[in-house]
């Protein structure tokens, strides 16, 4: 169920963030079940927030196998909701994340290879195989762009000391709670430059490129770099490092947040259009909407592959 303590920041429904940890648990459990190895979140992809959940509603998330590799693990995870009055389960939102099994070192290790018994097993399978080139192709485009002090958009930093409550069970901050943090900074950007009433329709592109060790310093960088007529693209940044060197920190993991004003009437209403003024602004413009058209053709999965029976 979800409680008051999953409730973004608007006070009406649940955060992105909570849904994300939600995801990862699931997929975490069903990749260690998979593999009998520890695992690490290597991406989460497109994820649509498109059925707001409300603090009280009965939440289901199922997690599957849909296709591995040598050591990566593709795990679909949908999210099904519901009044808890009506049992009547709806979807809320889908995602594929990739998983990498690790040995006792951290080091990738092989997992037994996942092999389709239906038609929609292949359907499944197919989809996550299609995912593959499209997702090597937006993580260029964003590890491509550079991010300075000579951007001027609107900006928000939290800095603060990943606490033990953050780890796995290896012993680093979890996938699922860097994600939340990465919501919790995009919120923050979107409600400074619209209101409070923000919520989040997609997050998508969440690379997660090395570990958060515990009591390490992390930085978590949110820059509003595209605006379309009712939606604020909000690209996020975390890095992390050891406090001996807060100068030195690496990055850690990237996102794309995609963010939209809800009005009184419940539906998204017009932003302010964001000013450019620095090249910096211009080529970050540039790679939103680069990412725009990367992400066009990845349809959603239809629902009926992966609802319950």
């Given at each position: 169920?979800?409680?008051?303590?999953?409730?973004?920041?608007?006070?009406?429904?649940?955060?992105?963030?909570?849904?994300?940890?939600?995801?990862?648990?699931?997929?975490?459990?069903?990749?260690?079940?998979?593999?009998?190895?520890?695992?690490?979140?290597?991406?989460?992809?497109?994820?649509?927030?498109?059925?707001?959940?409300?603090?009280?509603?009965?939440?289901?998330?199922?997690?599957?196998?849909?296709?591995?590799?040598?050591?990566?693990?593709?795990?679909?995870?949908?999210?099904?909701?519901?009044?808890?009055?009506?049992?009547?389960?709806?979807?809320?939102?889908?995602?594929?994340?990739?998983?990498?099994?690790?040995?006792?070192?951290?080091?990738?290790?092989?997992?037994?290879?996942?092999?389709?018994?239906?038609?929609?097993?292949?359907?499944?399978?197919?989809?996550?195989?299609?995912?593959?080139?499209?997702?090597?192709?937006?993580?260029?485009?964003?590890?491509?762009?550079?991010?300075?002090?000579?951007?001027?958009?609107?900006?928000?930093?939290?800095?603060?000391?990943?606490?033990?409550?953050?780890?796995?069970?290896?012993?680093?901050?979890?996938?699922?709670?860097?994600?939340?943090?990465?919501?919790?900074?995009?919120?923050?950007?979107?409600?400074?430059?619209?209101?409070?009433?923000?919520?989040?329709?997609?997050?998508?592109?969440?690379?997660?490129?090395?570990?958060?060790?515990?009591?390490?310093?992390?930085?978590?960088?949110?820059?509003?770099?595209?605006?379309?007529?009712?939606?604020?693209?909000?690209?996020?940044?975390?890095?992390?490092?050891?406090?001996?060197?807060?100068?030195?920190l690496q990055l850690t993991t990237a996102c794309m947040s995609i963010f939209v004003a809800i009005g009184p009437d419940g539906y998204a209403e017009p932003v302010t259009p964001l000013t450019l003024i620095t090249a910096e602004d211009e080529a970050l413009d540039e790679q939103a909407r680069a990412l725009i058209a990367l992400r066009a053709p990845l349809a959603m999965m239809p629902v009926e592959l992966f609802r319950r029976p």
């Amino acid at each position: 169920m979800a409680v008051p303590q999953d409730v973004a920041a608007s006070g009406a429904t649940v955060a992105a963030g909570s849904v994300l940890e939600w995801i990862d648990k699931a997929a975490y459990a069903c990749a260690v079940g998979w593999s009998a190895s520890d695992t690490v979140t290597a991406y989460v992809g497109n994820v649509h927030f498109t059925r707001p959940i409300k603090p009280g509603n009965l939440v289901e998330v199922h997690a599957r196998i849909i296709h591995t590799g040598r050591t990566s693990m593709h795990v679909l995870v949908a999210v099904e909701t519901t009044d808890v009055r009506a049992r009547d389960y709806s979807p809320a939102t889908h995602c594929i994340l990739v998983f990498v099994a690790v040995d006792e070192t951290g080091k990738p290790r092989e997992v037994p290879t996942w092999t389709p018994r239906s038609d929609v097993d292949r359907s499944l399978q197919q989809n996550a195989r299609a995912r593959l080139e499209p997702r090597k192709r937006i993580q260029s485009v964003m590890r491509a762009a550079e991010y300075t002090d000579d951007g001027t958009t609107p900006r928000t930093v939290f800095r603060f000391l990943a606490a033990p409550a953050d780890a796995n069970w290896g012993g680093n901050a979890h996938g699922g709670t860097v994600m939340r943090w990465i919501d919790e900074a995009a919120f923050a950007t979107a409600a400074g430059w619209s209101s409070e009433t923000a919520v989040a329709v997609y997050s998508g592109g969440i690379h997660f490129y090395r570990p958060i060790h515990i009591g390490h310093i992390v930085e978590v960088d949110a820059r509003l770099i595209h605006t379309g007529h009712r939606s604020m693209h909000i690209s996020v940044r975390v890095r992390s490092g050891s406090p001996r060197n807060p100068h030195d920190l690496q990055l850690t993991t990237a996102c794309m947040s995609i963010f939209v004003a809800i009005g009184p009437d419940g539906y998204a209403e017009p932003v302010t259009p964001l000013t450019l003024i620095t090249a910096e602004d211009e080529a970050l413009d540039e790679q939103a909407r680069a990412l725009i058209a990367l992400r066009a053709p990845l349809a959603m999965m239809p629902v009926e592959l992966f609802r319950r029976p």
